[in-house]
Nanobody
Framework: QVQLEQSGGGLVQPGGSLRLSCLSR????????IAWFRQVPGKEREGIAC????????KYADSVKDRFTISVDNRKIWTYLQMDRLTPEDSATYYC???????????????????WGQGTQVTVSS
């Protein structure tokens, strides 16, 4: 099982940017599909970005498309979520997730993500 450790997040003004980081301390992310989710209290968890294991497929939810960017470092141990032009509606707890069993080109928010980060709070407010 991959241990995912998140960092980043915090308070930012509307229109600002944040980068969330997610570190795999054990096996790395080379053989995993990766995704970022967010959740607001009282609402269902929302998938916002995913990247296939072979890096050929990247998807974004419509709510974040053209504002958020998912990436993985060259060593394949970090995944990042760059968030630009943030709005108050982006306020949520954000989670990274990894699926070690996904097919190589699979990128979906409904994959069986077995490994999760601890979550990090993002608040967008003036």
């Amino acid at each position: 099982q991959v241990q995912l450790e998140q960092s980043g997040g915090g308070l930012v003004q509307p229109g600002g940017s944040l980068r969330l980081s997610c570190l795999s301390r054990s096996t790395g992310l080379r053989y995993h599909a990766i995704a970022w989710f967010r959740q607001v209290p009282g609402k269902e968890r929302e998938g916002i970005a995913c990247r296939s294991r072979d890096e050929t497929v990247i998807k974004y939810a419509d709510s974040v498309k053209d504002r958020f960017t998912i990436s993985v470092d060259n060593r394949k141990i970090w995944t990042y979520l760059q968030m630009d032009r943030l709005t108050p509606e982006d306020s949520a707890t954000y989670y990274c997730a990894a699926d070690p069993k996904a097919m190589s080109s699979a990128c979906s928010f409904s994959l069986d993500y077995l490994d999760w980060g601890q979550g990090t709070q993002v608040t967008v407010s003036s």
